[in-house]
Nanobody, 118 residues
């Protein structure tokens, strides 16, 4: 079991940027693809970005060109750089290792709140 701790959220105006971090508790993190998820109020959790063990990335259409996922295996950390933020990006953001059905492999962390509002 790997424990996950997300950080870096906050409140920003539309068009602003944030960088989220997710620290994993064990170095075995490096053997897994990782993903960033988000859950908006009243909606299901959705997977928005993934990165493989060797750095290949994929994004859901709504964040392509605005979000960038990266990882540092030496620090057991995955990042999400979010630019050109929109109000519809408002959600609690989580990281996890995606399973085949896109659910998370490990227990969920507390998440980090991102609020985009003028």
């Amino acid at each position: 079991q790997v424990q996950l701790e997300e950080s870096g959220g906050g409140s920003v105006q539309p068009g602003g940027s944030l960088r989220l971090s997710c620290a994993a508790s064990r170095s075995s993190f490096r053997f897994y693809a990782m993903g960033w998820y988000r859950q908006a109020p009243g909606k299901q959790r959705e997977l928005v970005a993934t990165i493989t063990q060797v750095g290949r990335t994929n994004y859901t259409d709504s964040v392509k060109g605005r979000f960038t996922i990266a990882r540092d295996n030496g620090k057991n950390t995955v990042y999400l750089q979010m630019n050109s933020l929109k109000p519809e990006d408002t959600a609690v953001y989580y990281c996890n290792a995606p399973k085949v059905d896109n659910t998370g492999l490990w227990d969920w962390g507390q998440g980090t709140q991102v609020t985009v509002s003028s």
